[in-house]
């Protein structure tokens, strides 16, 4: 183990799940911990990313399924869309920002970059809101979630590498 922290009650604790890691809770009082995906606002982090699905990065059991990694990469582009498009966003913020879209544009796998490459566009598809409502259009003004690319290429069979790995 590189780091081993001891936690006193009321402690907090937030480590990059893309990193191999555990969390042991001992003691008799109620403990209470979660489980969710972070992504800090820095270009190292959104780089570890973006490697997701890639046998270098990640031991390949714990690979996401690929349209589960697909959506993830819509939530985040969407997001960081959202963020830079707000006027007062801090200058620093903004800047952290921008390195990690474009650290998802030159390193992300083809789809991700496909997705930048629509969001350019404003011709940007939401593969799920397609598939619950119907073939709808949408132009880069629309506020809110927004519909999905299509992959270009199809789908790998099985769990293979990208190419971008």
């Not at 890639?54 to 990469?73: F, I, Q, R, V």
């Not at 519909?147 to 293979?160: D, N, R, S, T, Y």
Request: aromatic share 6%.
């Amino acid at each position: 183990a590189k780091v081993i922290a001891l936690l006193r009650p009321g402690d907090v604790f937030v480590f990059s799940g893309g990193q191999p890691h555990t969390a042991l809770v001992v003691g008799d009082g109620i403990n209470v911990s979660a489980y969710e995906s972070l992504v800090p606002a820095h270009s190292d982090a959104m780089d570890l990313l973006v490697q997701s699905n890639c046998g270098k990065s990640h031991w390949k059991s714990c690979w996401m399924d690929d349209e589960d990694l697909d959506e993830l990469y819509e939530d985040v582009v969407d997001n960081l869309q959202k963020a830079l498009r707000e006027p007062d966003l801090d200058r620093r913020l903004r800047v952290r920002l921008q390195a990690c879209a474009r650290v998802m544009r030159e390193n992300g796998d083809d789809y991700c970059q496909e997705l930048w490459e629509q969001e350019d566009k404003g011709e940007r598809r939401r593969r799920r809101e397609e598939e619950d409502s119907g073939s709808e259009s949408y132009s880069s003004a629309d506020e809110g979630v927004r519909p999905a690319a299509k992959k270009a290429k199809a789908e790998p069979v099985g769990k293979q590498e990208p190419a971008s790995c």
